[in-house]
C-alpha cells in the first residue's frame, strides 16, 4: 500500500467537466435492447428451443434504476446506439492530420480548468492523461493534447482502470513535489461508449462518456481565488479477475473475433460489491486516521460513481447516520459510471459551495482491484 503525507503546498487550483451534447435515457436504452431481444429470439427460435443457444432476456428502466441508480447517462454519439440492427455507437474514423475524438474531448475540459485555475498554457509543463481506455497506443493522446495547447514539456498517458484519475493526479502531486514540474494538467477524458456492450442487459446501461482535468501545482503560484490543499493521497492494488476487459490488439494473432464474447467490459457484479466496499471503506477510514483525522472530521466524500448502492453502504461504513447525500454527493444518476471521471466530476459539481477550512476526499476504486484517493483541504491563496 502505498501512502504519502507530503509538505503542505501543492494544490488543485481548478479543474473543468465537459459533458457530451447527447443524452440517452434509461427508457430509449430499455426500447432499442428489447427490440433487438426480440428480433434476436425469434429469429433464433429453433436452437433457443433446442437448448443451443440462451434466449436473450429483456430489461426495464426499473430494473436499472434499481440495480444502479442510474436514471440517463451522457454520449458523444446517439446515433447507432438505439438503432436495433446495430447496437453500437457510430464515430467515423478521423484523419492521422486531424484531431482524434478523445484528445478533442480532453482538449475542451483542460481549457475549462486551465480558465478556472487562471491559467495560461505556457504555465504548464507536464500533461497527463488518464483514462480506462485509450483511443490508440502511439502518440500519446496526452501528447497530442499538449501539442494543440502549445505547452512547452512532456507529457504521457496512464491506464488503471477506473482509478486512473486519481492515480493520475497523484503522479501529478509526485512531479510538483519532486520539482520535475512546477504546474501539471491532468486530463481524464473517458470515450467509455464504443466498449458497451449494447445487446447485453446487465451492462448495457452502465457507462456514460465525458471528460474531466485538473490542475496541480504549487500554492505559492496559485493565481485562483481559493484551491484544495493536497493533505496527502493513497493508492493500493490487489489483482482480481472480477471487472475485466480482454480487448487487445494480440487478437489478430489468436485468430479469435477482438469484439467477440468476453472481449468487452464485463465484471461479477456481486463478488465487486461484497470485495470493494469493505476494502474501499477501510481504506478511506485508515487515510485519515493516518493523517491525524477521523472521517467526522471530513465535509464531503467525492466518491467513485459506479454504483448507487456501493456509494451508500461505503458512506453509511464512513459516516453512520451522519451518511448523506450533502456529505457524499451522487452525479451517477445522471452521468451514468463515467469510469475514472465519476469522481472528479462530482468534486467539480460539487465543492465551491464549501468554506475555507473544510476538509474532503476524492476516492476512485475499480478493475484492478485498485483504489486510489487524496484528502484535500480548501484554502484562500
Known amino acids: 500500500m502505498s501512502e504519502y503525507k507530503m509538505p503542505r503546498g501543492i494544490v488543485i487550483s481548478g479543474t473543468g467537466l ?11 436504452l430499455v426500447q432499442a435492447l428489447n ?21 436473450k432476456p429483456f430489461s426495464s428502466a426499473e430494473f436499472i434504476e434499481k440495480a444502479s441508480g442510474i436514471k440517463s447517462r451522457f454520449v458523444v454519439s446517439k446515433e447507432g446506439i438505439l438503432d ?21 474531448m480532453g482538449l475542451k475540459a483542460a481549457k475549462l480548468a486551465l480558465e478556472k485555475a487562471n491559467k495560461k498554457p505556457e504555465d504548464i509543463d507536464a500533461v497527463i492523461v488518464g483514462a480506462s481506455y485509450l483511443q490508440r497506443s ?42 520535475s514540474a512546477k504546474a501539471v494538467l491532468v486530463i481524464n477524458p473517458e470515450l467509455a461508449s464504443p466498449q458497451v456492450d449494447y445487446t447485453d442487459r446487465d451492462s448495457h446501461f452502465i457507462f456514460g462518456d465525458v471528460a474531466v482535468a485538473s490542475v496541480v501545482e ?58 470493494v466496499c469493505p476494502m474501499a471503506a477501510e481504506h478511506l477510514e485508515s487515510q485519515v486516521q493516518e493523517l491525524g ?11 467513485h460513481q459506479a454504483n448507487i448502492n456501493m456509494n ?20 451517477l444518476d445522471r452521468y451514468a459510471n463515467t469510469a475514472c471521471a465519476g469522481s472528479v466530476i462530482a468534486f467539480n459539481l460539487h465543492s465551491d459551495d464549501l468554506p475555507v ?25
Not at 505559492?220 to 475485466?244: H, M, P, Q, Y
Open 18 to 28: 465537459w459533458t457530451p451534447p447527447d443524452a440517452i435515457s434509461n427508457e430509449e
Open 35 to 55: 427490440s433487438y431481444a426480440e428480433k434476436y429470439n425469434r429469429e433464433n427460435a429453433d436452437a433457443i428451443e433446442s437448448g443451443e443457444l440462451q434466449a
Open 84 to 104: 436495433p440492427e446495430r447496437m453500437r455507437p457510430y464515430l467515423p474514423e478521423r484523419a492521422d492530420e486531424e484531431l482524434c475524438l478523445q484528445a478533442e
Open 138 to 179: 502511439y502518440p500519446a493522446i496526452a501528447i497530442e493534447i499538449q501539442g494543440a495547447l502549445g505547452i512547452d514539456g512532456f507529457a504521457f498517458d496512464m491506464e488503471v482502470a477506473c482509478s486512473s484519475a486519481t492515480f493520475s493526479l497523484q503522479r501529478a502531486v509526485d512531479a510538483v513535489s519532486s520539482g
Open 218 to 275: 504549487r500554492k505559492e503560484n496559485c493565481n485562483a481565488d481559493s484551491a484544495w490543499e493536497i493533505l496527502g493521497t493513497k493508492a493500493k492494488t490487489v489483482f482480481s479477475n472480477n471487472i475485466r476487459s480482454n480487448f487487445s490488439y494480440t487478437a489478430r494473432a489468436a485468430d479469435v473475433d477482438p469484439f467477440g464474447e468476453g472481449k468487452l467490459f464485463r465484471q461479477n457484479g456481486r463478488k465487486v460489491f461484497k470485495e
Open 293 to 303: 483525522m477521523t472521517p467526522a472530521n471530513i465535509d464531503r466524500w467525492w466518491l
Open 312 to 331: 451508500q453502504l461505503i458512506a453509511k461504513k464512513l459516516m453512520g447516520d451522519d451518511a448523506s447525500i450533502e456529505r457524499a454527493p451522487i452525479v
Open 357 to 381: 477550512g473544510s476538509k474532503g476526499v476524492i476516492c476512485s476504486f475499480g478493475a484492478g482491484y485498485s483504489i486510489g484517493s487524496l484528502a484535500l483541504e480548501k484554502v484562500a491563496v
